[in-house]
């Protein structure tokens, strides 16, 4: 009868570890609103990415809120992996919304946001930016990928977001790790 009971505590201790964990997974890789997405590599540690008003192209940058280059901060609704939709959302401080991440291959694959919400979910294939934990990655329709990297730009300490298909990286960039945080402007 000792062996009994205590085979069923064990069972019973397993499935709630087992339900515990499944819970801990989803906090893990949960939607993100509001957010700020930051850029970590080479010496910089945890830069912001602002929007570019010229451009509409994404920054790195130390304070964006500050800056010559005529950057503005953004925050984002970011998909988790495992959501359906893999859409990135930026908005501006005022509440306005400035679209959505996407890569702009005729500008060198430089990160951008698109000014309406483009379909991730096309004829089978997905594609788009979600959130694994709080790294920023994409989904090419087969696997998950995070190639940033951060180019030069002609302003000090700013650099151009950029995507890297091929795996080469020019002279003075360097790859980033993206992640994003909960949103502490002040």
Same mark, same amino acid.
């Given at each position: 009868?000792?062996v009994?009971?205590?085979?069923?505590?064990?069972a019973?201790?397993a499935? =709630?570890?087992?339900?515990?964990?499944?819970?801990?997974?989803?906090?893990?890789?949960?939607?993100?609103?509001?957010?700020?997405?930051?850029?970590?590599? @080479?010496?910089?540690?945890?830069?912001?990415?602002?929007?570019g008003?010229?451009?509409?192209?994404?920054? =790195?940058?130390?304070?964006?809120?500050?800056?010559?280059?005529?950057?503005?901060?953004? !925050?984002?609704?970011?998909?988790?992996?495992?959501?359906?939709?893999?859409?990135?959302?930026?908005?501006?401080?005022?509440?306005t919304?400035?679209?959505?991440?996407? =890569?702009?291959?005729?500008?060198?694959?430089?990160?951008?946001?698109?000014?309406? !919400?483009?379909?991730?979910?096309?004829?089978?294939?997905?594609t @788009?930016?979600?959130?694994?934990?709080s790294?920023?990655?994409?989904?090419?329709?087969?696997?998950?990928?995070?190639?940033?990297?951060?180019?030069?730009?002609?302003?000090?300490? !700013?650099?151009?977001?950029?995507? $890297?298909?091929?795996?080469?990286?020019?002279?003075?960039?360097?790859?980033?790790?993206?992640?994003?945080?909960?949103? $502490?402007?002040?």
């Open positions: 009868m000792h009994t009971s205590f085979l069923s505590l064990f019973l201790q499935c =709630i570890g087992w339900a515990i964990n499944i819970q801990v997974d989803l906090i893990k890789r949960s939607v993100e609103q509001n957010a700020t997405l930051y850029a970590y590599g @080479g010496t910089y540690s945890a830069w912001s990415i602002a929007f008003r010229d451009d509409g192209l994404l920054y =790195i940058t130390e304070n964006p809120t500050s800056h010559p280059a005529n950057l503005i901060p953004v !925050t984002w609704d970011l998909a988790a992996i495992t959501d359906e939709c893999w859409i990135a959302n930026a908005t501006f401080a005022n509440g919304r400035a679209g959505s991440m996407f =890569i702009e291959s005729q500008v060198g694959n430089a990160v951008g946001v698109f000014n309406f !919400t483009r379909v991730a979910d096309f004829n089978g294939t997905v @788009g930016f979600g959130l694994f934990a790294q920023l990655v994409y989904n090419n329709n087969t696997k998950l990928q995070a190639q940033f990297w951060a180019k030069p730009t002609s302003v000090v300490d !700013t650099y151009a977001l950029m995507w $890297n298909y091929d795996g080469v990286v020019e002279d003075g960039s360097f790859p980033v790790v993206v992640k994003a945080a909960e949103t $502490n402007y002040s």
